[in-house]
C-alpha cells in the first residue's frame, strides 16, 4: 500500500506546482509578509464587495485602489487610492509588506515609491486584510483588537467617505483626515483642488476648499444635522449620521444600517460634495444630495450681518437694523461687502432681534457652553458688549447649549423652513422698530401684505390669461402659415413624437389640445437616460441659471439639456407658457430650443446641440483663435446681428436678451452664430439676470451704462452688449481682460482712442492673416463703437445695425464716446484701495480726458 502515490496527493503536487509557476492572482483577502501582490492581482473581501488591486487610464500611471467588486459603473468606482501622488510608471511594480513592517509599492527598479510610513516596533509576519468595509488593514495576525492596528486605509481617506469613514481631528494623535477630489474624476486620481474639511476651532464645522480658499460650509452640527443641511433628515432606518466632538476627538461619520446598500460621501474634481447612492435596479449611482446647492451656499455670498435667501430679490439682504455697507454694489447684486448697523450699540441697552430659520453664522470663532440654556445665554451675551448674537447649540429637545458670537456674523443664510433661530444684537432703537423677538404683530401683517399681492398678481395673471387667448384667436392663421414654413425641423420633431421621447400624444386633434401640441414635453426618463444620468463627463459648463449637459437620444440625435436652478422662482405653468413661446422663436441665428422637461419642481430646457460649442471658447484661446479668419468673424458678426434683429423686431414676441455675450453664442458645425439664452430672462422674471455676471466687476463689461447703473434695460442695452462683442470679436480680446492687463482703458476706451486717432485698423487681432477687406473690418469698428455710445439715444436698432453691415453704401455717422463701466477710476490711480477697484463708474471722466490728448 504505502509503495504506491494515491492520486489525491498527486493531484495536491500538481496543483502546488500550478500555483508557484504561474502566481494566479490572489484570491483571498489576506496578503502575508512573504507574498507580493501584482499590478494583475487584487485582493478581494470575504463577501466580495470591495477589491484591492492596482489601476491605470493611461497604461503610464499605476495606482493602487480599493473599488466595488460588483459594481461597472462606465468604470470602476475607485473610492481609495495609496498613490495618488506619485504612481507608478509600468505595470512591473507590485506592493509587498516590508522588513520594517511597512507597506510599500516597489517599482521596476526594486525601489520603493511609496511607503505607509507607520513605525513599528516588532514586525513579525505582519498581514494586510481587505474588510467588507472598503477598510484595508495592516496587523498582526489573530489580532483583533481596533486598537492595536498598525495602519488602515480609513485613516487615509482619498476623495471619498464610505460609512465608518471618519472625518476630522484625532487631537491625541494630532491625526487630521479629510477627503481631496482628484483632478479629474474617473481619469485622474492625483490631488485636485477641493476638499472637505473638518475645522475643530469653536463649534466645529465643516468646509469646502478650492485650493486654500473657503468655498462653502456645512454649518455646525445642531443635534440633528448640519445647520446649513436643512434637507438632512434626521437618522432613517437607512443610514445614520454622527457628528461627535469631545476633548479627544471631533469627527463626522455616517454607517449603513444595510451593508448591500452602498452610499458613499464623495468631492468630485469640479468641486461638488456629493452623497451618491447606488441604486441596484437601473445601476447607476444615484445623486443623492449635494452642494454647493445655490447662489447662496457659496461662502460669505452677502457679506457681514448680511443674509443670503434664495427666495428673494435680490438674494442678498441685510440683517433687519442693518443697511448695505456699499449701496452701489449692493445694486449691481455684488452683496460680498456687507451690510453696517443703522444705528450704533450702546452696551447696556441693546436688544436682541430673533430671526428664524436660518443657518447658524460661521462658527470657527465663537464661545460655546453645551450646559447653558438659552436664557442664560441671553444674559451672558447682553452683559458682555462685544456679543454680536447668540443661538442654541442643539435644537433637539426644544433646544440646548449656548453659543456665542464676537465680533461680525459671516455666511447668514435664511430657509424657509429648516434652519434655526439666532438672536443678533441690535441697538435699541432699532429693535423698536422691529419688535422684540422678530415680532409677531408683524408677521401677520407681512402676511396680509403677500395676501394682497397675490390677489393682485392673480387678477393681472387672469387679464393676462383673456388677452392671450383673444390674441391667440387673431394668430390663428399667422400661425398655420408659420407651423408649415417650419417644414424640416417640424418633421424632424414629428419623428421625435413617433419614437415616443416626447410624452405629448399627436392622436389628440382639436382645438383643445393645441396647447399640449405647443409644448414639446421630453419625459424626464428620457433625458436622464440621454445625460446618463446627469453624469459629470456629460456636463458641458455651468451657464446662467443652470448647468448645461450634454446628451444623446436613443435616435442619435444630440441635444443640450440646461438643467435649471432651483430657485428658477417661477410656478410651472408660467414656465410652461414661456417655454411655448420660446418654442416658437426660431431662426438660423437662435439656438433652437427642442422643448422642456419638468419633474417635480425640477425644470429643463431641451436645445438642439452645437457642435463648436461657444464662441468665447475659441475667440480668447490662444491657439484655436487663428482658426478665426477675418471671413469667419465677419459673417459671426452678421449672424448674431441677424438674430438679435429677430429677437427685437421680426419675431412674434419682441425679446429683449439681456445677457448677450461670447459665451452666448454658440458655433454649429459650419461655425456659423447662433445666439442662446435668450428668453431666459422671461423664463426667471424680468429683473434677474445671470448670477454669475453679477459677482465680480469685470464681467459688466457687456453691460450698459444705463443698466449698471440704473438697471434700466431696452433694446438698445442688447445693441450696448453687442457693441462690445463685435469689437471683441475684431480684437479677439475680452473687454474685461483688457481692462486688466492696461490699467487706465478697457476694449472699449481703447478702440475709441485709435478711433479717433485715425489708427482703427491696429485694433485688428494679430492671429487674423492679412486676408482682410480693410472696408469691412473698418466699417465693422464703426459700427462697434456706434452701438457702445454713451446715450442709449444715439446707439443704432439692430435693423440699421444690419443694414449698416451688409451695404458698404449706407451711410454711417461718426460715433460719439463710448459708456462704459471701468474697473476704476484712473483720476484715483494712486490713492486706489482695493474697494476703489470694485466701485463701478460710468466714466465721463475717462472720455474727457481721452479727448483732450
Ligand atoms: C502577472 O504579471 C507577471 C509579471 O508582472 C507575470 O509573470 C505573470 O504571468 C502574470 N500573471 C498572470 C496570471 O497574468
Ligand atoms: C492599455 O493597454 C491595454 C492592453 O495592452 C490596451 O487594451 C489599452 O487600450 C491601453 N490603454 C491606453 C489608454 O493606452
Ligand atoms: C523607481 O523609483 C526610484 C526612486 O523613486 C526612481 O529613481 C527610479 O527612476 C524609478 N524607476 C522606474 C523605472 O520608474
Ligand atoms: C513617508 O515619509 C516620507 C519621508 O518622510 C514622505 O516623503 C512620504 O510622503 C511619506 N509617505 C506617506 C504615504 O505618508
Ligand atoms: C438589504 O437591501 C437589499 C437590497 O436592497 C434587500 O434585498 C434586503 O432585503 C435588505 N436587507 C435587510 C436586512 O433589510
Ligand atoms: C457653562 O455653563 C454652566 C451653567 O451656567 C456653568 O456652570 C459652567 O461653569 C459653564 N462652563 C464654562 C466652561 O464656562
Ligand atoms: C466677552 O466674551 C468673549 C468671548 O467669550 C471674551 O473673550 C471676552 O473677554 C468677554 N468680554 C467681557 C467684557 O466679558
Redesign the pocket.
Known amino acids: 500500500m504505502g509503495g504506491s502515490t494515491n492520486p489525491l496527493s498527486l493531484f495536491l503536487l500538481c496543483f502546488t506546482t500550478f500555483l508557484t509557476l504561474f502566481e494566479v492572482s490572489i484570491s483571498t483577502d489576506t496578503l502575508t509578509s512573504s507574498q507580493s501582490l501584482r499590478t494583475n492581482q487584487t485582493l478581494l473581501s470575504p463577501n466580495a464587495i470591495f477589491e484591492l488591486g492596482f489601476f491605470s487610464y493611461t497604461n503610464s500611471t499605476w495606482y493602487l485602489g480599493i473599488w466595488y467588486k460588483t459594481i461597472h459603473d462606465r468604470d470602476r468606482t475607485v473610492v481609495w487610492v495609496?498613490?495618488r501622488d506619485?504612481p507608478l510608471q509600468t505595470s512591473l511594480g507590485f506592493l509587498k509588506i516590508n522588513d520594517q513592517g511597512n507597506l510599500v509599492i516597489i517599482n521596476q527598479s526594486q525601489k520603493p515609491i511609496?511607503?505607509?510610513?507607520q513605525t513599528t516596533t516588532t514586525p513579525s509576519n505582519l498581514i494586510l486584510q481587505l474588510f467588507d468595509s472598503g477598510n484595508l488593514v495592516l496587523k498582526e495576525p489573530n489580532e483583533n483588537d481596533p486598537k492595536k492596528i498598525l495602519w488602515q486605509s480609513f485613516d487615509?481617506p482619498t476623495d471619498t467617505l464610505l460609512p465608518g469613514m471618519k472625518l476630522g481631528w484625532n487631537f491625541d494623535t494630532g491625526i487630521e483626515k479629510h477627503i481631496t477630489s482628484w483632478s479629474a474624476t474617473n481619469e485622474d486620481p492625483s490631488s485636485g483642488d477641493f476638499s472637505f474639511k473638518l475645522d475643530p476651532r469653536g463649534l466645529p464645522e465643516i468646509f469646502l476648499w478650492n485650493k486654500n480658499q473657503r468655498i462653502y460650509r456645512s454649518g455646525p452640527w445642531n443635534g440633528e444635522r448640519f445647520s446649513g443641511v436643512p434637507e438632512m433628515q434626521p437618522n432613517t432606518d437607512s443610514i445614520k449620521f454622527t457628528f461627535f466632538v469631545d476633548q479627544h476627538e471631533a469627527y463626522y461619520t455616517f454607517s449603513i444600517v444595510n451593508v448591500s446598500l452602498f452610499s458613499r460621501l464623495s468631492v468630485n474634481s469640479i468641486g461638488e460634495l456629493q452623497r451618491l447612492t447606488w441604486i441596484q435596479s437601473t445601476q447607476v449611482w444615484n445623486k443623492f444630495w449635494y452642494a454647493p446647492k445655490d447662489q447662496c451656499d457659496n461662502y460669505k455670498e452677502c457679506g457681514a450681518y448680511g443674509v443670503c435667501d434664495t427666495n428673494a430679490s435680490p438674494v442678498c439682504q441685510c440683517i433687519k437694523g442693518f443697511r448695505p455697507r456699499n449701496p452701489q454694489a449692493w445694486n449691481l447684486r455684488d452683496g460680498s461687502d456687507g451690510c453696517v448697523r443703522n444705528t450704533e450699540l450702546k452696551c447696556g441697552s441693546d436688544g436682541f432681534l430673533r430671526m428664524q430659520n436660518v443657518k447658524l453664522p460661521e462658527t470657527t470663532l465663537v464661545f460655546v457652553n453645551r450646559s447653558m440654556g438659552i436664557v442664560e445665554c441671553g444674559e451672558l451675551c447682553k452683559k458682555n458688549c462685544s456679543c454680536s448674537g447668540y443661538a442654541n447649540v442643539e435644537i433637539v429637545n426644544g433646544g440646548s447649549g449656548c453659543v456665542m458670537w464676537v465680533g461680525e456674523l459671516l455666511d447668514v443664510r435664511k430657509y424657509p423652513s429648516g434652519g434655526q433661530d439666532l438672536y443678533v444684537r441690535l441697538a435699541a432703537s432699532d429693535v423698536d422698530d422691529i419688535g422684540i423677538e422678530g415680532g409677531s404683530h408683524k408677521t401677520s401683517d407681512t402676511i396680509k401684505a403677500v395676501g394682497i399681492i397675490v390677489g393682485v398678481a392673480a387678477f393681472i395673471l387672469l387679464a393676462l390669461a383673456i388677452f392671450i387667448l383673444w390674441k391667440k384667436r387673431k394668430l390663428q392663421c399667422i400661425l398655420k402659415w408659420k407651423t408649415d414654413k417650419r417644414g424640416f425641423s417640424e418633421r424632424s420633431q414629428d419623428l421625435l413624437m413617433n419614437e415616443g421621447v416626447f410624452s405629448s400624444n399627436r392622436e389628440q386633434t382639436g382645438e383643445s389640445n393645441m396647447d399640449d401640441l405647443e409644448l414639446p414635453l421630453f419625459d424626464f426618463n428620457t433625458i436622464t437616460m440621454a445625460t446618463n444620468n446627469f453624469s459629470d463627463e456629460n456636463k458641458l459648463g455651468q451657464g446662467g441659471f443652470g448647468i448645461v449637459y450634454k446628451g444623446r437620444l436613443m435616435e442619435g440625435q444630440n441635444i443640450a439639456v440646461k438643467r435649471l436652478s432651483k430657485n428658477s422662482g417661477q410656478g410651472i405653468d408660467e414656465f410652461k407658457n414661456e417655454v411655448k413661446l420660446i418654442v416658437k422663436l426660431q431662426h438660423r441665428n437662435l439656438v433652437r430650443l427642442l422643448g422642456c422637461s419638468i419633474q417635480m419642481d425640477e425644470k429643463m430646457l431641451v436645445y438642439e446641440y452645437m457642435e463648436n460649442r461657444s464662441l468665447d471658447a475659441i475667440l480668447f484661446d490662444k491657439t484655436k483663435r487663428s482658426s478665426l479668419d477675418w471671413q469667419r468673424r465677419f459673417n459671426i458678426i452678421c449672424g448674431i446681428a441677424r438674430g438679435l434683429l429677430y429677437l427685437h423686431q421680426d419675431s412674434r414676441f419682441r425679446i429683449i436678451h439681456r445677457d448677450l455675450k461670447a459665451s452666448n453664442i454658440l458655433l454649429d458645425k459650419e461655425m456659423n452664430p447662433k445666439i442662446s439664452d435668450f428668453g431666459m430672462a422671461r423664463i426667471f422674471g424680468t429683473d434677474q439676470t445671470e448670477a454669475n455676471t453679477m459677482r465680480v466687476v469685470g464681467t459688466y463689461g457687456y453691460m450698459s451704462p444705463e443698466y449698471a447703473m440704473d438697471g434700466i434695460f431696452s433694446v438698445k442695452s442688447d445693441v450696448f452688449s453687442f457693441g462690445v462683442l463685435v469689437l471683441e470679436i475684431i480684437s479677439g480680446k475680452k473687454n474685461r481682460g483688457f481692462y486688466s492687463a492696461n490699467k487706465e482703458l478697457n476694449l472699449l476706451g481703447h478702440a475709441w482712442k485709435l478711433w479717433k486717432e485715425e489708427n482703427a485698423l491696429e485694433l485688428i487681432d494679430p492671429s487674423i492673416d492679412n486676408s482682410y477687406s480693410e472696408s469691412e473690418v473698418l466699417r465693422c469698428i464703426q459700427v462697434g463703437l456706434l452701438c457702445v455710445q454713451e446715450r442709449a439715444e444715439d446707439r443704432p436698432t439692430m435693423a440699421s445695425v444690419v443694414l449698416m453691415l451688409s451695404s458698404d453704401t449706407a451711410s454711417m455717422s461718426q460715433p460719439k464716446n463710448p459708456g462704459f463701466c471701468l474697473g476704476r477710476n484712473p483720476m484715483e490711480t494712486d490713492s486706489s484701495s482695493s474697494k476703489q477697484e470694485e466701485s463701478c463708474t460710468v466714466n465721463q471722466v475717462t472720455v474727457t480726458m481721452l479727448d483732450a490728448r
Open positions: 495609496a498613490n506619485i511609496w511607503s505607509s510610513n487615509y
